[in-house]
């Protein structure tokens, strides 16, 4: 391996999804077994002992992709030069709360981050919110990083995509590899819109393959976006390995791009797409080459489809309003 280490920085990373994602990305992973990774480490002060505990594992794994690790508090020192940034630290909910209730909470983690990531990340960073509420806490980081092109700053949906593909192939008794064109609409949260009309099963409709409205409405759609709730519930923490995976595979396809007759869902700044209203951090079906996305034009829109999109983006539209309000954009 001759070429520079890719600097990937994780904030959070002493929390549950830093348990799982950290070893993923040094093993290779993210950008295959022939990029070497230098992981920068935030955490907050008193979570430090634990994240040294953490790399003392690291350095026990010998990875032969993991060619550094520096740890820190300070957000301009951990995010100096880095090109790939995934925001994971903020508060998880418990069980009862609504991904909403975060807001004020996490919110201020984003305008310190954004700041810092601006002031000192490498010219080609790629920033992914995983931190709830994420879409709107990555729209918190972008308003602070007026020098950082908007379109880095991209937040998770991939968690809900998979569970999408994985709940519409326990239905169909196929494997998930015959599912593709799956797209996540909105917001990460209960208002999310899972589309089984654009979506391809086999390359048949996986709408019609279906053929039960009752199911797609009244039981698929809230499966998927109310899974989280239901980890909470059943695990007594949120979910960790299955949103590090996810992670993961946001960032990898971003870097490296998607597979040819596929997409997969990015909650990406709108470029006014799909009637979105441009700025909000809003997922929509994308492919990536050579490092830049695109979203997926064209597609058909039904008037049940209309309404659930509609439902959600007035929600991130909310959200933003919220932390306007409260002085965080
Ligand atoms: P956790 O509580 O186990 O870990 C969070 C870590 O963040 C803690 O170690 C904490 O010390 C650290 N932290 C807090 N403030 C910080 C700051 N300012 N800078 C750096 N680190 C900071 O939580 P977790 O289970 O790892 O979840 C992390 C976040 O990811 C939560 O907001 C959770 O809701 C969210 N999440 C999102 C998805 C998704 O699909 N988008 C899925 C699962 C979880
Ligand atoms: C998830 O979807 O699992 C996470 O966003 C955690 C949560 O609060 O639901």
Known sequence: MSNAPVKVAVTG??????YSLLFRIASGA???PDTPIELRLLEITPALKALEGVVMELDDCAFPTLAGVQIGDDPTKVFDGVNMAMLVGARPRTAGMERGDLLSANGAIFTAQGK???DV????VKILVTGNPANTNALIAMSNAPDIP???????????HNRAISQLAAKLNVPVTEIKKMTIWGNHSATQYPDLFNCEVGGK???ELVDDHNWLENDFIPTVAKRGAAIIAARGSSSAASAANATIEHMRDWALGTPDGDWVSMAVPSDGSYGVQEGLISSFPCTVKDGKYEIVQGLE???FSRAKIDASVAELAEEQAAVKELGLI
């Open 13 to 18: 990373a002493a929390g549950q999804i830093g």
């Open 30 to 32: 993210l950008l295959g």
């Open 116 to 118: 810092a990531l601006n």
């Open 121 to 124: 990340a490498a010219d080609d």
């Open 150 to 160: 908007a379109e880095r700053f991209n937040a998770l949906t991939r968690l809900d």
């Open 205 to 207: 409709s996986a709408a």
């Open 301 to 303: 829109v039904n008037d």
